[in-house]
């Protein structure tokens, strides 16, 4: 069965810094790596997403994931937070014959002027 | 405009008092699925459906029902809450036609029992 962990449950950083949010998976093949993100009171909102191909992978609003086969991760990384970028974050895992999502517990990003 | 909508947002009751959620999606998705969100364990999904009349539970299905009568409707029923299923509800639909299996997700639906 697949797994997510998020090491990190609460970051917080300085506007203008940058960001990096953990993410390590468990699976048994080639899986499919999402990173959703959670504004309050909002839904969830698709960052990024990586299928195959190109292990570095960009998304909207300025944020990319790399992902590490041998070290079974896909981090989370922004080189400059603006304080927009305060929600939870959360990784999930897919497989490539499965609709199933699993998530991460999330990581809380506080932004600090 | 692609979207998946649930009502209502917030939601108080009752111990044990029969409640309906609904979710519509208007993009023609095979699989829908209904998460909860609590602090510190994530999204974890209760049920899911592969299509029209075909439903199977999830990771924690416990007090739950659900139907998929209509491709875009999938409603969530809980026919005896209890304060334990206060939580946050997102349901959520994807499809494999593109080739991929991004989910979109509603709004959320607030759920307090007392």
């Known amino acids: 069965a697949q797994s997510v962990t998020q090491p990190d449950i609460h970051i917080t950083v300085s506007e203008g810094a940058s960001l990096e949010l953990r993410c390590n998976y468990s699976?048994?093949?080639?899986?499919?790596l999402f990173w959703y993100v959670q504004s309050p009171g909002q839904g969830l909102q698709l960052l990024l997403k990586?299928?195959?191909?190109?292990?570095l992978v960009q998304g909207i609003k300025g944020f990319e994931a790399e992902f590490k086969r041998s070290q079974s991760s896909f981090n989370l990384r922004k080189p400059s937070v603006h304080w927009s970028d305060a929600a939870e974050y959360f990784c999930a895992v897919g497989a490539s014959n499965d609709y199933k999502l699993s998530f991460g517990a999330g990581t809380t990003v506080t932004v600090r002027a | 405009e692609a979207q998946v909508t649930q009502n209502p947002r917030y939601l108080i009751t009752v111990t044990g008092k029969k409640l309906t959620v609904t979710c519509s999606q208007n993009m023609n998705h095979e699989y829908m699925s209904w998460y909860r969100q609590d602090p510190g364990l994530g999204l974890r999904q209760i049920y899911y459906?592969?299509?029209?009349?075909?439903?199977d539970k999830g990771d924690v299905p416990e007090g739950y029902k659900v139907s998929r009568k209509e491709k875009r409707n999938f409603p969530l029923i809980l026919e005896s809450p209890s304060p334990n299923q206060t939580s946050l509800y997102f349901c959520a639909s994807s499809s494999r036609a593109k080739g991929d299996t991004e989910a979109f997700f509603g709004q959320g639906t607030r759920l307090t029992v007392v």
């Open positions: 459906s592969m299509n029209v009349e075909v439903t």
């Open positions: 990586y299928f195959s191909g190109d292990t």
């Open positions: 699976y048994g093949a080639t899986p499919y």
